[in-house]
């Protein structure tokens, strides 16, 4: 059996296509949450600050930096109505979103998979009587190589993680927690917030375990394909388990 994967864009009204097009260096990766859009924005240009107030009216903004690298801003914005979404233009044509959507030069880019060509011709007729659109790729693809993000949505990542374990993994994050060597401690991080430094610690280690439990399905998709076993490590008793 083969798949089919189909690359387009597309242009209509649209605040995030319509600021890509306003700025030529600006790129635009938008996801899909369980009930908000996360946008992730950069631009290898110093910003000016017309483009900073205009990125901060599309949301909250979650990240903001600008160094020699360029620009990088990480907003989360509220989702808008989806009754006459692309979106569900997908659905009602049984093709499969791969995400993100991609903005830039004013378009906005899509990749879709089907299990039937005609669908995805069906899909690129359907937008064609309401919007521009240019198809950049039609391909026909192996069952095995079936992205793995086609079979876990981004937001089962950080299923059953509260809010506030969602903010110690942030802070520690951007404060260069994870980095090597380490950029602050424990007891640095705890500083910044109002809580005592035991209980940061232990929003920010619940957090990382339920993160890295909820990708170990994803985890075990990315390795399954492969034999190796660059570590020598020995097998655990559960895989071993598994393999009788």
């Known amino acids: 059996m083969s798949l089919h994967q189909a690359s387009f864009r597309v242009r209509h009204e649209c605040p995030y296509r319509e600021l890509s097009g306003r700025y030529p260096d600006l790129t635009i990766r938008e996801w899909y949450l369980s009930d908000c859009q996360v946008l992730e924005i950069t631009s290898a240009e110093t910003p000016t600050e017309e483009l900073l107030e205009d990125i901060r009216t599309l949301g909250t903004t979650l990240h903001e930096s600008v160094d020699d690298s360029g620009l990088h801003v990480v907003t989360q914005a509220c989702l808008c109505s989806l009754e006459e979404s692309i979106l569900e233009r997908f659905e009602a044509h049984n093709c499969l979103y791969q995400p993100p959507t991609v903005h830039r030069h004013g378009w906005e880019h ?12 069906a899909l690129l007729n359907d937008l064609e009587a309401d919007r521009d659109i240019e198809v950049l790729s039609k391909t026909a693809i192996a069952d095995q190589q079936l992205p793995h993000s086609m079979l876990m949505p981004v937001d089962r990542l950080f299923e059953d993680i509260t809010d506030r374990q969602l903010a110690a993994l942030q802070l520690a994050l951007e404060n260069g927690y994870y980095e090597q060597p380490r950029g602050t401690s424990l007891r640095e991080l705890a500083d910044m917030t109002s809580v005592a430094r035991s209980t940061y610690e232990e929003h920010l280690r619940k957090a990382e ?7 170990g399905a994803l985890l075990r998709l990315v390795t399954a394909g492969t034999a190796t076993n660059p570590l020598q490590a020995e097998p655990s008793p559960t895989a071993e388990q598994n393999a009788d």
């Open 110 to 121: 899509y990749t879709v998979i089907a299990f039937d060509e005609a669908d995805v011709r």
């Open 209 to 215: 375990n339920k993160f890295l439990t909820n990708a």
